[in-house]
């Protein structure tokens, strides 16, 4: 089965900028998704399709995949952006996949 | 306004079966370019895809849940019911629906809030 590795923890200054990656056998040739999760809250799509920000997501947020590896950009990070964020693939020979989520800790 | 609710058990037994259902509104079943995933999270933990239904009836599992999942739909009470056979300690978890659409590459665009399933006897 198909597989994605994303590291436990991320942690970035207030102000900077955070990458959090997702590894997986030849991921770009696949859509990636991210979410964020806070504490008590359902998860929020906010990057679709590797690069895609759904309306009422900040600029800030950015997506890239290439090769092994997608990655989540968050820019200027703040307080507020502080929780676990997963990515997830589908197609139709993975079904749907979610990696194991990285726990983002804004210092 | 897309909104979708979970519904069930709040505390099911082992060996028994969980029935969850999902209700949907803002948009239709029948619709050819939306489906429905049920996903869960055990507390602490990561989230796990469990299955999915398509407007034409096209199903999807997890391969190492399938042999205990089944899903279904009743476009006309926009529901979608997942049932869970054998329920383990393990299998406590909040339990969502999320819905997929094809203009945002089948990511989960909307979610519903949760529900708790807690297996105890």
């Known amino acids: 089965s198909y597989e994605l590795t994303q590291p436990l923890s991320v942690s970035v200054a207030l102000g900077q900028t955070a990458r959090i990656t997702c590894g997986g056998n030849?991921?770009?040739?696949?859509?990636v998704h991210w979410y964020q999760q806070k504490p008590g809250q359902a998860p929020v799509l906010v990057i679709y399709?590797?690069?895609n920000r759904p309306s009422g997501i900040p600029e800030r947020f950015s997506g890239s995949n290439s090769g092994n590896t997608a990655t989540l950009t968050i820019s200027r990070a703040q307080a507020g952006d502080e929780a676990d964020y997963y990515c997830?693939?589908?197609?139709?020979?993975?079904?749907?996949?979610f990696g194991g989520g990285t726990k983002l800790t804004v210092l | 306004q897309v909104t979708l609710k979970e519904s069930g058990p709040v505390l099911v037994k082992p060996t028994e079966t969980l029935t969850l259902t999902c209700t949907v509104s803002?948009?239709?079943?029948?619709?050819?370019?939306?489906?429905v995933s049920w996903i869960r999270q055990p507390p602490g933990k990561a989230l796990e895809w469990l299955a999915h239904?398509?407007?034409?009836?096209?199903?999807s599992y997890s391969t190492s849940l399938k042999s205990r999942l089944t899903i279904s739909k009743d476009t006309s009470k926009s529901q979608v019911v997942l049932t869970m056979t054998n329920m383990d300690p393990v299998d406590t978890a909040t339990y969502y629906c999320?819905?997929?659409?094809?203009?945002?590459?089948?990511?989960?665009?909307?979610w519903g809030q949760g529900t708790l399933v807690t297996v105890s006897s």
């Open positions: 399709r590797d690069s």
């Open positions: 803002g948009f239709s079943l029948s619709n050819a370019r939306m489906g």
């Open positions: 999320a819905r997929m659409d094809d203009s945002s590459g089948y990511s989960l665009d909307y």
């Open positions: 239904i398509f407007s034409n009836d096209e199903k």
């Open positions: 997830q693939v589908w197609d139709s020979s993975t079904a749907e996949v």
């Open positions: 030849n991921i770009g040739s696949k859509n």
